[in-house]
Nanobody, 121 residues
């Protein structure tokens, strides 16, 4: 099994930045990719970004492209999501998940507990 723990969420003003972390432990050799997803109140969980476990081939949702950066610290088994130029519509609970390099929620089988990001105007 793979365990994932997110951190770094919080309250930020419009235009500000936050960096989320996703620390992986357990059977990390089985990880193919780490994805970030988010879920706003009353909405379905949606894809944000994904990166291969080797730290290559990042991919982003159109809504965050050019504002968010996903990366991996190989030494720390941690994947980061640097979020810049934040907007009110970025407010959501952010989850990281382990699975194939996919944009589909159902393709992932290990999930963290989530971290709240609130962007105030």
């Amino acid at each position: 099994q793979v365990q994932l723990v997110e951190s770094g969420g919080g309250l930020v003003q419009t235009g500000g930045s936050l960096r989320l972390s996703c620390a992986a432990s357990g059977r990390t050799l089985r990880i193919s990719a780490i994805g970030w997803f988010r879920q706003a109140p009353g909405k379905e969980r949606e894809f944000v970004a994904v990166i291969s476990w080797s730290g290559y081939y990042p991919s982003y949702a159109d809504s965050v492209k050019d504002r968010f950066i996903i990366s991996r610290d190989n030494a720390e088994n941690t994947v980061y999501l640097q979020m810049n130029s934040l907007k009110a519509e970025d407010t959501a609970i952010y989850y990281c998940a382990a699975g194939p390099r996919s944009q589909r929620v159902n393709d992932y089988d290990s999930w963290g507990q989530g971290t709240q990001v609130t962007v105030s105007s």
